[in-house]
């Protein structure tokens, strides 16, 4: 749990003190938030390996389709999705 400083009652006089004051807990706060990106990215990563083992697609004979063929998707119902895939250049 990260805890910020109260803000100041008067923004005009104190509002730079206020950031200097929290600028390790926004430090702290930016690592956690790239942590958590790097984990989701490597899950996401990792999903392909495991598609054609742990999931069942109906009508496609799993053999027949190459990793780097599986699209990841990332929702739950209701939710915004991410689509995570890799593009290999053709230099």
């Known amino acids: 749990m990260l805890v910020l400083p109260?803000?100041?009652h008067?923004?005009?006089d104190h509002l730079i003190q206020w950031f200097l004051q929290s600028g390790k807990i926004f430090s702290q706060?930016?690592?956690h938030l790239e942590a958590t990106y790097s984990q989701k990215l490597s899950r996401?990563?990792?999903?392909?390996k495991k598609a054609s083992h742990l999931l069942w697609w109906p009508f496609t004979q799993h053999s027949?389709?190459?990793e780097?063929?599986?699209t990841v998707i990332d929702a739950r119902v209701g939710d915004m999705f991410t689509i995570y895939k890799v593009?290999?250049?053709a230099w």
Do not use: F, G
């Open 29 to 31: 706060l930016q690592c």
């Open 6 to 8: 109260a803000l100041p």
């Open 68 to 70: 780097e063929k599986i």
């Open 10 to 12: 008067d923004m005009n």
């Open 44 to 48: 996401l990563r990792d999903m392909k």
């Open 64 to 66: 027949l389709i190459p």
């Open 87 to 89: 593009s290999v250049s």
